[in-house]
């Protein structure tokens, strides 16, 4: 079974990322995630620049899986607002769903705002920012 760590490019980290959005084709096999990364210089020297952010799509194609669990009931989140995410290792047993008949990459978001994960696994990963630098 061939499984690649889903990492997108080098120096885009989904670190303190803000999920604004998740929408699924189950015909085409694809996921798209709206997110705003954080694209700031930690070593800046006022808070908007160490805290800016970016808006960007992440567009998974030939999606093998994509399991979203539910909020931890004992955690208060607020609807209508983007969660905290930071991005993960595939979990071993979810992986284990695709198959293994192609390689494919796979990872897992944590959502802090409801302490568990999303998992997806795709042929493809592709991000594209929404805004210009």
């Known amino acids: 079974m061939g499984f690649k760590a889903f990492e997108v490019e080098h120096d885009i980290s989904f670190h303190d990322a803000l999920l604004r959005s998740i929408s699924t084709d189950l015909v085409e096999q694809r996921a798209e995630f709206v997110v ?63 198959g293994g008949r192609e390689e494919v990459l796979a990872g897992r978001f944590f959502v802090s705002d409801w302490n568990s994960f999303i998992h997806f696994a795709a042929t493809n990963a592709v991000l594209t920012w929404l805004e210009r630098v």
């Open 36 to 98: 705003d990364l954080c694209v700031g210089n930690p070593n800046a020297s006022t808070e908007a620049e160490r805290e800016r952010r970016r808006g960007a799509r992440l567009v998974l194609t030939g999606v093998r899986y994509l399991v979203i669990e539910p909020p931890d009931p004992k955690y208060r989140y607020q609807l209508g607002a983007p969660v905290d995410i930071d991005s993960c290792e595939a979990d071993p047993a979810m992986s284990a769903l695709s």
